[in-house]
T-cell receptor, first 116, second 110 residues
């Protein structure tokens, strides 16, 4: 398997524009996580899905952020409208649950978002 | 609740020095414990893991032992190399989401 695939790797956009980040998890994994990483706040969990269903979105900073997982092989994180303070690296990760515990989380390479 | 506390960095060591990065946790239930490493410009990669008390995870010369009595999972390496320079994250999972520490930056100088 190619691992977790995120696109784009880099995104530069103007304030107010819509931004869509994409993620393809590892085939067979039933959990998908979206994280945001900044120097100031470290690694933050935004939302996670189990079997394509959002389980906990309490980390989503505000209504400008939304995430979907229409099927087991694809997820999106959308920011509309974007603001400079959204500039960060966004990671997608996937894992699967075995009886007795999770496997580790497998991370994508991340999308570096810059909002100017 | 669930949480992970790891020693703050940055940590700077000379090549071949001994490394310890402390990690303690609070968890409900019986968590699995992980150490991840992040190199500049990359995502987090699993370094090692342990799934039950007294298990020792090891990889690339790094080791960590799951200590239930002290709720700890300290990362150690006997002789660090320049290539070990990275940020290290301790994490746990109790069945749903993962909980990460704040990360410890390590720089190894020749």
């Amino acid at each position: 398997d190619a691992g977790v695939i995120q696109s784009p790797r880099h995104e530069v956009t103007e304030m107010g524009q819509e931004v869509t980040l994409r993620c393809k998890p590892i085939s067979g994994h039933d959990y998908l996580f979206w994280y945001r990483q900044t120097m100031m706040r470290g690694l933050e969990l935004l939302i996670y899905f189990n079997n394509n269903v959002p389980i906990d979105d309490s980390g989503m900073p505000e209504d400008r952020f939304s995430a979907k997982m229409p099927n087991a092989s694809f997820s999106t994180l959308k920011i509309q409208p974007s603001e400079p303070r959204d500039s960060a690296v966004y990671f997608c990760a996937s894992s699967f649950y075995l009886y007795g515990g999770h496997t580790e989380a497998f991370f994508g390479q991340g999308t570096r978002l810059t909002v100017v | 609740g669930n949480s992970v506390t790891q020693m703050e960095g940055p940590v700077t060591l000379s090549e071949e020095a001994f490394l310890t990065i402390n990690c303690t946790y609070t968890a409900t239930g019986y968590p699995s414990l992980f150490w991840y490493v992040q190199y500049p410009g990359e995502g987090l990669q699993l370094l090692l893991k342990a799934t039950k008390a007294d298990d020792k995870g090891s990889n690339k010369g790094f080791e960590a032992t799951y200590r239930k009595e002290t709720t700890s999972f300290h990362l150690e390496k006997g002789s660090v190399q320049v290539s070990d320079s990275a940020v290290y994250f301790c994490a746990l999972n109790t069945g749903n989401q993962f909980y990460f520490g704040t990360g410890t930056s390590l720089t190894v100088i020749p």
